[in-house]
């Protein structure tokens, strides 16, 4: 179990602690605490400048946020979704829970996202939609996705849970597809505690998740149709304001550990740092190794397990993947039609560590130390 002082992965960014209680004692003073208050509205505007959209729309956490997007671009029950296997379970659970069918995808290993020409060879009578991920912040193939979207009449959507501030082919993430969608959760680099946003360039589009994120109300205070209550309350958006303050310290952070892990790593047998996308602005919020057993000498489990008897929680990210649990796992002829190879060789290796700017260059020697004594260990054994 992690302790306060345990190095841990997703450790939260709270920001300058002064400027949260300001903003939290505005909040009590307002007595104004919940629907579309002034904080939602400012953090909503604020991740529409990060993002260069017209629109965004908070809401209580990401997964909320990926339903309302979906069912305001029009995707019922019964339709099929390709999803990549490879991503946060969230991302399939999402759709699976409002009676969407989430098909997976198989992955390209170098980038870990969706691979297009999986994707269209997945694509059938029922499918309506894509929802790709950009994993760890790395952008995906946007381009070849748009293309297929629009030559196949689907909704494409986007889950940037993990890629806010960062860019694909220069421009921010957030404006493409019809819709793409943010988490603000505790562990991510910009925190609310709990949050989302949906972010769109479409007017109309954006109207629609505004309706169904408040019980179908419409702008004009009409019931315009069912809808569900995601709204994000304001203790969470003076969290949010106040993560989101403190951005630019944050990724130069993450950058300069993801610079020194992989000094500290360079030249370990079978241990590689996984980079960001050349050339792209890249938010380094997850810290992700794999190890190659063959050349290690030992799995990534026993990596986890030796790292956690330095007080190191490294974290599964991604593994097991979505087609390997429940209730996909049983029911591959309904989400899993083709064999994802590629998805489960990188799902065997990935292992994310602490990062952030609680995790000191120093912790992240004692890390990287922790990982060369595992996988030497390993080796005098084969030797012995
Ligand atoms: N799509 C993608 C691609 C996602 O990655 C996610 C979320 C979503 C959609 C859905 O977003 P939300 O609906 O949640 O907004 C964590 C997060 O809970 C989850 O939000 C995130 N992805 C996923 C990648 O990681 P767990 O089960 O590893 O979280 P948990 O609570 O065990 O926390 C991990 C570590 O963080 C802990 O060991 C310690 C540290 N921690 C955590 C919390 C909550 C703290 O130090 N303080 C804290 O308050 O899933």
Redesign the pocket.
Known sequence: M?SWDSL?????NVGERERLLRRLEGVLDRLWLTNNGPLVREFEERIARVAGTRHAVATC??????QIAARAAGIRPGDEVIVPSF??V??AH?LEWIGIVPVFCDVDEATANADPEHVARLIGPRTRGILA?H?FGRPCEVDALTRLADEHGLVLLF?A??ALGCTYRGKPVGGFGTAE?F??????FVNSV???VIVTDDDAYAARVRALRNQGIDPAGRIAGPGTVARMNEFCAAMGLTSLDAIDTIVAANRRNHELYEEHLAGVPGVTVRGQAPGERANHQYLVIEVEQARAGISRETVLEDLLRYDV?A?R??SPICHQVEPYRSAPERHVPLPLPRAEALASRVLSLPTGPTVEPDDVAAVCRAIRDSISRAGRRLVA
């Open positions: 992690a841990v992965v997703g450790r939260p956490n990401a997964t909320t946020g990926i991503t946060w969230a991302t999402a991920v994993v889950d849970a993990h969608i988490s603000f959760h505790a562990t991510k709990e949050g989302g929680h974290r990210y991604f």
